[in-house]
T-cell receptor, first 112, second 112 residues
C-alpha cells in the first residue's frame, strides 16, 4: 500500500530547543495532516495543509506543504515537556478521498 | 463532548477466543475507521465504513470482521484471536477525511 516515511524515527532534545521533522512520499498528495499522540491516548489533529507551499502555524508548531507535493515538514519551536509524544503525518490514499494513510511516526522525548 | 468512545480500554484474550471491540461517535460523522498500532509500524487501516450501510477492507483485514450497526456505531470482531493480533486498536470517525479524523482513546488488546 501507500507509504509515508517519517524522519527521524525518534529524537531526544532538551527543553527549549527547536525541533524539525519531515514526511515524504513516492506519490503526490493534495492534503497533508499532522497529528500528535500523547502517551496512552489517540492521535489528535494539529495542523492541516491543502496547498503546495502552504505554511500554517498552530502556536509553537509550524507545518509546511512541500512544493513537490511529495513531502511535508513540521517544526516545533522552544520545546517544552508536554511536547513529548509521537507525531504522525497523514494524507488521503491515492485515488480516493475516503480514507487516510499514516506515516510511521516520529517519537519525541524532551529532557529537562 | 464525548467524541469517539471505545470499549473496552484493556482486554486480555487467550488464543482462539473471540471478542468484539465497540466504537461509537456522537458527531454525526458519515465515515468510521478501525486502525491498529504496533511499535514501529504506525497506524494501519483494518476496515472502514465510508457511510452507513457500507464497509470496505483496509491494508490488514485478515482475521477481522466489522459491522456498521448504524450511523453512530462501528464494531470490530476477532473471531479467533491470535498472538499476532496483540496491538492497540483505534477507532476514528470523520465527516470528510481531508479535514482529519477524530480518534478514540484506544483498546489495548493482548492475546496470550
Amino acid at each position: 500500500g501507500q507509504q509515508l516515511n517519517q524522519s527521524p524515527q525518534s529524537m531526544f532534545i532538551q527543553e527549549g530547543e527547536d525541533v524539525s521533522m519531515n514526511c515524504t512520499s513516492s506519490s503526490i498528495f493534495n492534503t497533508w495532516l499532522w497529528y500528535k499522540q500523547d502517551p496512552g491516548e489517540g492521535p489528535v489533529l494539529l495542523i492541516a495543509l491543502y496547498k503546495a507551499g502552504e505554511l500554517t502555524s498552530n502556536g509553537r508548531l509550524t507545518a509546511q506543504f512541500g512544493i513537490t507535493r511529495k513531502d511535508s515538514f513540521l517544526n516545533i519551536s522552544a520545546s517544552i515537556p508536554s511536547d513529548v509524544g509521537i507525531y504522525f503525518c497523514a494524507g488521503p490514499y491515492t485515488g480516493t478521498a475516503s480514507k487516510l494513510t499514516f506515516g510511521t511516526g516520529t517519537r519525541l522525548q524532551v529532557t529537562l | 463532548n464525548a467524541g469517539v468512545t471505545q470499549t473496552p480500554k484493556f482486554q486480555v484474550l487467550k488464543t482462539g477466543q473471540s471478542m468484539t471491540l465497540q466504537c461509537a461517535q456522537d458527531m454525526n460523522h458519515n465515515s468510521m475507521y478501525w486502525y491498529r498500532q504496533d511499535p514501529g509500524m504506525g497506524l494501519r487501516l483494518i476496515y472502514y465504513s465510508a457511510s452507513e450501510g457500507t464497509t470496505d477492507k483496509g491494508e490488514v483485514p485478515n482475521g477481522y470482521n466489522v459491522s456498521r450497526l448504524n450511523k453512530r456505531e462501528f464494531s470490530l470482531r476477532l473471531e479467533s484471536a491470535a498472538p499476532s493480533q496483540t496491538s492497540v486498536y483505534f477507532c476514528a470517525s470523520s465527516e470528510r477525511p481531508i479535514y482529519g479524523y477524530t480518534f478514540g482513546s484506544g483498546t489495548r488488546l493482548t492475546v496470550v
